[in-house]
């Protein structure tokens, strides 16, 4: 079904409007000629039109515009101008008709029609399968697959590796007349070039070596659907040339078979190949590109398409929940580092990070320093927590004396001496505060003078921030002597 707007004349200038009728007739553009109450008929039943329109007794032309906004109008004579101050009046025809200027018009029109809002709406209804994003790039692809769905022509889909050409495909299949069949990928590239055949087209009985029974191919398990013909550039030049056959026969036979089969298949090919620089090199055959291309689509690199990332986030992670049963979040700085990045792995690269991320962080907030290193693309400081001392020495008792679990451990560190003294406390006991004290004091001394007192480095090796190092040198009066 055609989405081109009816096209129609309302002009009581009956000869302008003969005479225009005629233009129209000599470049094949299908129209009538209404009068005006004819017209608000058509028009409140909301048809999409397209109305050059004329002179009027009642002069409603003002009102005719703004009551329907939906509607592209070109104006005819130069009386009507001002009349162009209206969004939906396109353009102005005087005579003489000039083919040049009324097909330009008509395209605008189409145009107008084309992109209203409504219509835009109405075709974000169709439900499309995985194909996520608002950019672009992503509402041409959808509408090239809206555009070339129903028909039966040979499509072609490009773009870098990872980028969902594959997803491209499916839609195509989903949204055609054959959706009620099947849906049969093979990847070229990645079966022997002696079994291609074989895999395409089916083998009888004892056809070759191993041909135990007779077997369908790809070709005829996908009769009445969609066959996908991925990384068709990785297709050995033997296979081209049966593969072309097929397509311009539409008929083929069965390794080591003479019945000829009818191949009732819609062919969606697909690769990540520059095609054109192989045909020049020789590796493809300029015959079946031009077969095959008949319909190109090109699907863009996630690069291109940024914006789309936290939908395409979104969507991913609901796909991993269904089989992890954990998700994770992301902070907006995190988010912004990821859109950053160049994708040389397209939406596969981001899949991968995804799962990875859930893997490490289930149920939790990633910010950008939980980011592999290579995803940090913003320098954001992030928060380090700092703990009462209480909690600190707690903390350092129970790795102390978890050291000692194992009496024939032999550690040299300096920590074994420590608490093989606390194994042994002494009758009139300790003052423990006093005794963390002391040991804090050598550590941190021993760190100091192992990096020349350069403080950062020395709050590193110790597990602390620069901060609370400085005040715990301030604390314990361990400056560097002059």
Known sequence: MSNT??????????????????????????????????????????????????????????????????????????????????????????EPFAYASLTQLLRDCQQYHRLLPVQRQTEAAVKFDGMVGNSDAMQQVRFLIQQVAKTDANVLVLGPSGTGKEVAARNIHLLSNRSGGPFVPINCGAIPAELLESELFGHEKGAFTG????????????????????????????????????????????????????????????????????????SFREDLY????????????????????????SELLKRQAKHSQAIVKFTEHAMQSLQLHSWPGNVRELANLLERMVIMYPDQVVDVAELPHKYRHLDIESYVPQYPESLQERDLLNEMFQSTDDDDADDDSGF???????????????????????????????????????????????????????????????????
């Open 5 to 94: 707007p009816s096209l129609y004349i309302v002009d009581e200038q009956s000869q302008r409007s003969g005479r225009l009728s005629t233009v129209l007739g000599f470049i094949h553009e299908p129209h009538q000629q209404l009068t005006l109450q004819e017209l608000q008929q058509r028009l409140s039943a909301d048809e999409p039109a397209v109305v050059l329109l004329g002179a009027l007794d009642s002069q409603l032309h003002a009102t005719l515009l703004q009551k329907y906004p939906a509607t592209a109008f070109l104006l005819l004579g130069e009386t009507l101008q001002p009349l162009l101050e209206h969004a939906n009046a396109v353009g102005l025809l005087t």
């Open 211 to 282: 041909a135990i029974s007779t077997r369908k191919g790809r070709f005829e398990l996908a009769q009445g659907g969609t066959l996908f013909l991925d990384e068709i550039g990785d297709m050995p030049l033997n296979m081209q040339v049966k593969l072309l056959r097929v397509l311009q026969e539409r008929t083929y036979e069965r390794v080591g078979g003479t019945q000829p089969i009818k191949a009732d298949v819609r062919i969606v090919a697909a690769t990540h190949r520059d095609l054109e620089q192989m045909i020049t090199e020789g």
């Open 290 to 313: 031009y077969r095959l291309n008949v319909f190109p689509i090109e699907t863009p690199a996630l690069s291109q398409r940024t914006d789309d990332l936290p939908l395409l986030v």
């Open 416 to 482: 074994a001496s420590d608490a093989d003294t606390l194994q042994q406390l002494p009758e009139q006991g300790l003052d423990l505060k006093e005794y963390l004290a002391e040991l804090e004091i050598r550590f941190i001394s021993q760190a100091l003078e192992r990096h020349e007192f350069v403080v950062a480095r020395a709050a590193e090796v110790l597990g602390l921030r620069r901060t609370t190092l400085v005040e715990k040198m301030r604390k314990y009066n361990l400056g560097k002597d002059e």
